[in-house]
């Protein structure tokens, strides 16, 4: 192994992160209930410019509430992505639902022509419903695939015309958000019915683990957060009106995320930052190039995907990913598309064509925030030197 190693996505804790963990410490604040939990809340209700927000221990829980609160229930169908991690899928099969796989667009979220397509073509609408197969589709989820903006405008004209519920997963995306067009200032995670975000270690905040979820209705977000601590009406007498689910956000968690949550902006402009190096760098190289963001957008950036030309370069992706690991560079492929992955094997997919062609190509490349311009060529150099042995072998 190389003496220097530039990993993947590590979290930066540069600010009050230790303060206030040892402030809930100090107080013995530690689980479910403490006013880190409330301050979390109000700093990513401020930065989202949206009225309610309930933190919760995950990205999952938070899909998994808003699929719950959507009424999805056994035998319904919802329509998701084959490009994301399995956790936006796996809500679904929580609610015994079966998904539906829509194909991806050049930016890898939904593909809003093909999503109409498949409304029109394979399901049939009666009295203000559409069924898929005579089941109920109930909802579409909208993955934000590495901070890049789905294509609202097209999603939500389908869900309109359709009477589709929209759950955004912008658990890649806090701080992405349209700067044109019909939702020019809105924020990935506040376009549809409900948005999840996540916390999770390699985001671009993290609280460790932890999540959140939001809703248009500010009302809907004050029950998912009563599904969250199991329901329970009465704090003294153990009354419960409804299944609940032990999801809520430990105050812990929150300390860290609230401080987490002070450094976002900087971190966003880091990583604009840095992606424009990379594309600077990268910028003219034949074996491959870099991924943009949609038009019209202010991404976070979160993820750096390198587009590998495939006609030049045929080894294995796993070979690639190897030998820049041996040379103290870590990477990692797009997912493996979830539609192949054992679980859903099974499933109805559509059209699915570009998310394969993505799934062979696409490399993932170190960015995290504290990445400094050294760090950023000694990537590049090493990157370029395993493709042109690879592409010559």
Not at 121 to 143: L, P, R, S
Not at 243 to 253: A, D, E, H, P
Not at 262 to 280: A, D, G, H, S, T
Request: aromatic content about 12%.
């Amino acid at each position: 192994m190389a003496d220097r190693f530039i990993p993947l996505s590590v979290p930066n804790f540069e600010g009050n992160e230790k303060k206030y963990v040892d402030d809930a410490v100090e107080q013995t604040w530690v689980s479910t209930g403490g006013a880190y939990i409330t301050d979390m809340e109000k700093k990513l209700e401020k930065f989202l410019h949206v009225e309610n927000v309930a933190c919760c221990q995950s990205g999952t829980s938070a899909l998994h509430l808003s699929l719950v609160q959507m009424g999805v229930r056994p035998g319904d169908v919802v329509l998701v992505p084959p490009v994301t991690f399995i956790a936006a899928v796996n809500p679904v099969r929580y609610q015994f639902a079966e998904p539906v796989f829509i194909d991806c667009d050049d930016g890898f979220c939904m593909d809003p022509v093909k999503l109409r397509e498949f409304c029109e073509n394979e399901c049939t609408y009666e009295d203000g419903q559409i069924f898929f197969n005579e089941k109920k589709v109930k909802a579409v989820v909208v993955v934000h695939v590495f901070g890049n903006m789905a294509d609202m405008e097209g999603i939500m004209d389908v869900a309109s015309d359709y009477h589709l519920q929209v759950l955004e997963d912008a658990t890649e995306a806090l701080g992405t958000r349209y700067t044109e067009g019909r939702y020019a200032g809105k924020y990935a995670g506040t376009i549809g019915d409900f948005g999840a975000f996540s916390f999770n270690g390699n985001k671009i905040i993290t609280t460790g683990g932890g999540g959140a979820v939001t809703a248009r209705d500010s009302e809907t977000v004050d029950h998912l957060r009563y599904l969250s601590t199991q329901a329970k009406n009465d704090p003294h007498y153990y009354i419960h009106d409804e299944i609940g689910y032990n999801y809520r956000m430990t105050n812990l968690q929150a300390a860290l995320g609230a401080a987490q949550m002070e450094e976002l902006p900087e971190f966003i402009e880091r990583k604009n930052r840095n992606y424009n190096l990379y594309k600077e760098l990268f910028d003219g190289f034949e074996f491959a190039h870099m991924m943009p963001f949609r038009q019209g957008t202010y991404s976070n950036q979160w993820f750096y995907s390198l587009n590998i030309d495939r006609d030049k370069v045929k080894v294995p992706m796993c070979d690639i990913i190897t030998e820049l690991e041996r040379r103290g560079v870590g990477t990692r492929p797009i997912w493996g598309l979830i539609n192949e992955q054992k679980p859903y094997q099974n499933y109805y997919t559509y059209k699915l064509e570009r998310a394969p062609y993505y799934a062979d190509r696409i490399l993932n490349i170190p960015c995290s925030t504290n990445l400094t311009e050294d760090d950023i060529r000694f990537v590049i150099d090493n990157i370029k030197e395993v493709l042109k042995e690879y592409a010559g072998s």
